[in-house]
C-alpha cells in the first residue's frame, strides 16, 4: 500500500508563513517528481510547484518568490515553503507524488487527503 500524508496547514495572518510537509510510505519502488497543488473553494486544482528526483522545480508564475519547494530523498518527502501568505492563498493544498511501479514498468501518480491553509486576519 503505498500511502500520501500532508501536514502544517492551518490559520494564519496575512504576511505569515507555514511550511507543509508530505511524507510518502509504503511498498516504495521509486519516486519521481513530487509536488503541491491547491484548490480554493470554487476553483479548480491548480499547480503549486513541483519538483523533479534531481531536484530541478517549476513553479506557478505568481507565487516565485513567495512560495519554495524542496524535497528531501532519504525521507520520501516534500515540503512547500510558503511565505508573506495572502487571503488568496487560502485553498485545501494537495501533494502529489509520482510513484514508479516495478510491476507495471511505469510510474503512477497518488494524492493525498490534502491540508486546509486559511489566511486570515
Known amino acids: 500500500q503505498v500511502q500520501v500524508v500532508e501536514s502544517g496547514g492551518g490559520l494564519v495572518q496575512p504576511g505569515g508563513s507555514l511550511r507543509l510537509s508530505c511524507a510518502a510510505s509504503?511498498?516504495?519502488?521509486?519516486?519521481?517528481?513530487m509536488g503541491w497543488y491547491r484548490q480554493a473553494p470554487g476553483k479548480e486544482r491548480e499547480l503549486v510547484a513541483v519538483i523533479d528526483s534531481s531536484g530541478n522545480t517549476n513553479y506557478k508564475d505568481s507565487l516565485k518568490g513567495r512560495f519554495t519547494i524542496s524535497r528531501d530523498n532519504a525521507k520520501n518527502t516534500v515540503y512547500l515553503q510558503t511565505n508573506s501568505l495572502k487571503p488568496e492563498d487560502t485553498a485545501v493544498y494537495y501533494c502529489?507524488?509520482?510513484?514508479?511501479?516495478?510491476?507495471?514498468?511505469?510510474?503512477?501518480?497518488?494524492w493525498g487527503q490534502g491540508t486546509q491553509v486559511t489566511v486570515s486576519s
Open positions: 509504503g511498498i516504495i519502488d521509486g519516486i519521481g517528481t
Open positions: 502529489n507524488v509520482w510513484y514508479w511501479k516495478n510491476s507495471k514498468n511505469r510510474f503512477e501518480p497518488y
